[in-house]
């Protein structure tokens, strides 16, 4: 939002303080996320020194204590904490393999998974609806249209997969907001091609 003149003046200019506060979080935030991983690989290690542990319970700590780890990374967004996203996926992935080998699970498959991880990493989607984003939930398209294409594009795609409906009613709203721009004097490089992009899906 800093200086972009998409959002309303009141947002443009954060204070220094807004911004020192913003990065002190974002590193204890991190440093925590690193603990917790550390905590989580020591429990998954020591469930593999003790005795076997049944498919279907694993399945559910690896859900309910992996993937919400990917999704604080996202949130986090820093890139100390988005290092970790690929080697959780590929944890959890490599462990699913494994299990899918058994006759017990052999229905099991990663690729839903996959489409699952894909949104709920998405740094842009995990950042717009943290509890504590900055971002009031009227302006998450404005927040998009300050975004690169290739982001833009792709949390479009993800949005879509979700419910298609809601891309027309987006490209409505990103209409609305660059002619409001334009009408206060700002020439917006690259808007014509991000509208384009609503209209493509």
């Not at 954060?14 to 974002?26: G, L, N, Q, V």
């Not at 002619?179 to 700002?186: C, T």
Request: charged share 30%; hydrophobic share 40%; net charge negative.
């Amino acid at each position: 939002m800093e200086g972009n003149s998409l959002f309303p003046l009141t947002c443009r200019n954060p204070s220094d303080e807004d911004i020192k506060h913003a990065t002190e979080k974002d590193d204890a935030d991190a440093k925590q996320l690193d603990l917790d991983i550390k905590q989580l690989f020591d429990e998954f290690r020591g469930l593999g020194e003790s005795k076997s542990i049944e498919g279907s319970i694993l399945i559910d700590l690896l859900q309910h204590r992996v993937e919400p780890l990917m999704e604080r990374a996202a949130e986090i967004g820093v890139p100390s904490a988005l290092q970790h996203i690929p080697n959780l996926q590929n944890f959890m992935t490599s462990t699913l393999e494994v299990l899918r080998s058994s006759s017990e699970h052999d229905e099991l498959s990663v690729d839903p998974l996959r489409k699952v991880w894909r949104r709920k990493t998405n740094v842009f989607i995990a950042q717009a609806w943290r509890d504590d984003t900055p971002i009031a939930k009227a302006d998450r398209v404005l927040a998009l249209l300050c975004e690169d294409v290739g982001t833009i594009n792709e949390v479009l795609e993800l949005y879509g997969e979700l419910d298609a409906e809601l891309i027309p009613k987006m490209a409505e709203i990103a209409r609305l907001h660059f002619q409001m721009a334009e009408l206060d004097g700002f020439n917006l490089p690259g808007a014509e091609e991000k509208i384009d992009l609503f209209s493509h899906l």
